[in-house]
T-cell receptor, first 115, second 110 residues
Framework: DTEVTQTPKHLVMGMTNKKSLKCEQHMGHRAMYWYKQKAKKPPELMFVYSYEKLSINESVPSRFSPECPNSSLLNLHLHALQPEDSALYLC??????????????FGPGTRLTVT | DAKTTQPNSMESNEEEPVHLPCNHSTISGTDYIHWYRQLPSQGPEYVIHGLTSNVNNRMASLAIAEDRKSSTLILHRATLRDAAVYYCILRWFGNEKLTFGTGTRLTIIP
């Protein structure tokens, strides 16, 4: 199984809502990532978890709160978002990033619209 | 992070080879050259990576210049399914981060 799954596929939320995005992989990967992709732009890294610990936060606003409950699961909790946060949110995973060969496997993304 | 430069767009005929160029004149000795592609409405997909020598896999070949300041991704026989945005990314060994540039949008003409 070389799949990264993300739920939901689409999400519409108001600026006062609280919602969560979920990402799951069963490849035994120990690094997991959140990216944000605006329309017609490349993906931008938001967070990296390595061995279930947050190792990189790319100065993401606190209204985005990541969580890694176990090695297979990655969540992104959303609160008080702005319309400009509307984007495709991509999750990815890879083997231990310290190894030579580490490709990242991406999920299909959650398309988020903030109204 | 060292920067890469790619053409914004390219077109190729179906069943012809495609050569996608990437310039990375400030590459350092520990930077690996990675290629990913993103098909429409999908997440990015790993294609290939290399350090100094040319590399082949089932999807593509990667040709790296001797001075490593440029590289070329070669799709040997393009199909309509290869229409995507192709990203050339430099990543030094041990770096958790994958920094995407603007990429090349490849259109395949039937």
């Amino acid at each position: 199984d070389t799949e990264v799954t993300q739920t939901p596929k689409h999400l519409v939320m108001g600026m006062t809502n609280k919602k969560s995005l979920k990402c799951e992989q069963h490849m035994g990967h120990r690094a997991m990532y959140w990216y944000k992709q605006k329309a017609k732009k490349p993906p931008e890294l938001m967070f990296v978890y390595s061995y279930e610990k947050l190792s990189i936060n790319e100065s993401v606003p606190s209204r985005f709160s990541p969580e890694c409950p176990n090695s297979s699961l990655l969540n992104l909790h959303l609160h008080a978002l702005q319309p400009e946060d509307s984007a495709l949110y991509l999750c990815a995973s890879s083997q231990d990033w310290r190894e030579y060969s580490y490709e990242q496997y991406f999920g299909p993304g959650t398309r988020l619209t903030v109204t | 992070d060292a920067k890469t430069t790619q053409p914004n767009s390219m077109e190729s005929n179906e069943e012809e080879p495609v050569h996608l160029p990437c310039n990375h004149s400030t590459i350092s000795g520990t930077d690996y050259i990675h290629w990913y592609r993103q098909l429409p409405s999908q997440g990015p997909e790993y294609v290939i990576h290399g350090l100094t020598s040319n590399v082949n896999n089932r999807m593509a070949s990667l040709a790296i210049a001797e001075d490593r300041k440029s590289s070329t991704l070669i799709l040997h026989r393009a199909t309509l399914r290869d229409a995507a945005v192709y990203y050339c990314i430099l990543r030094w060994f041990g770096n958790e981060k994958l920094t995407f540039g603007t990429g090349t949008r490849l259109t395949i003409i039937p």
